[in-house]
T-cell receptor
Framework: ETGVTQSPTHLIKTRGQQVTLRCSSQ?????VSWYQQALGQGPQFIFQ???????GRGNFPPRFSGLQFPNYSSELNVNALELDDSALYLC????????????????FGPGTRLTVT | GENVGLHLPTLSVQEGDNSIINCAYS??????FIWYKQESGKGPQFIID?????DKRQGQRVTVLLNKTVKHLSLQIAATQPGDSAVYFC???????????????FGKGTKLSVKP
């Protein structure tokens, strides 16, 4: 187990609704990344948060947004849900130092399975 | 553009045999690679990583080989066990705007099945 936790484990929403997914990072980690994994595919990078700010983003529309809190936990919000948003949403935590080379290791949580009907 | 892909989508091996999972990448500037194992219903589990200044790294029963000349990465699992059955992903670290942090680019994965 990595120590990264996510909630809820499963969620069913209707097209057009909004959803919030939550992640608690591993102890000692200050950076959180979110990934979307469609069935049978590899995870796709959504965005990354460091020091409560988004510092990198993949090819996802603005209706995907996030937050990071002072305790380094994070939320992923998706507005106006579409059927194609059905996927496993993964959170990964890592450590980023302020002044030296960083660790690239990312440790994943178990994911939230989102189904949009 | 950058791409991390896998040569074989499925691999079936006999218990006790060695497994080799291959991966190709296209970004010659990539300096860090990771192998993850993902079991059904779970998140990816870190197995082993390697930086571009190395060509081989060994862990417990696993070895990662990096050939920068042909941009090829492989994961070798010794004495494969039924518990090794999973989907294996290689991932490449892509830096943000030349900075020191980045995101992972994953391939589609190889499903490893171990026959008892």
């Amino acid at each position: 187990e990595t120590g990264v936790t996510q909630s809820p484990t499963h969620l069913i929403k209707t097209r057009g609704q909004q959803v919030t997914l939550r992640c608690s990072s591993q102890s000692g980690h200050n950076t959180v990344s979110w990934y979307q994994q469609a069935l049978g595919q590899g995870p796709q990078f959504i965005f990354q948060y460091y020091r409560e700010e988004e510092n990198g983003r993949g090819n996802f529309p603005p209706r995907f947004s996030g937050l990071q809190f002072p305790n380094y936990s994070s939320e992923l919000n998706v507005n106006a849900l579409e059927l194609d948003d059905s996927a496993l949403y993964l959170c990964a935590s890592s450590w980023r130092a302020l002044s030296r080379h960083n660790s690239y290791e990312q440790y994943f949580g178990p994911g939230t399975r989102l189904t949009v009907t | 553009g950058e791409n991390v892909g896998l040569h074989l989508p499925t691999l079936s091996v006999q218990e006790g045999d060695n497994s080799i999972i291959n991966c190709a990448y296209s970004n010659s500037a990539s300096d860090y690679f990771i192998w993850y194992k993902q079991e059904s219903g779970k998140g990816p589990q870190f197995i082993i990583d390697i930086r571009s200044n190395m060509d081989k790294r060994q862990g417990q029963r696993v070895t990662v080989l990096l050939n920068k000349t042909v941009k090829h990465l492989s994961l070798q699992i010794a004495a494969t066990q039924p518990g090794d059955s999973a989907v294996y992903f290689c991932a490449e670290n892509k830096l943000f705007n030349g900075g020191s942090q980045g995101n992972l680019i994953f391939g589609k994965g190889t499903k490893l099945s171990v026959k008892p």
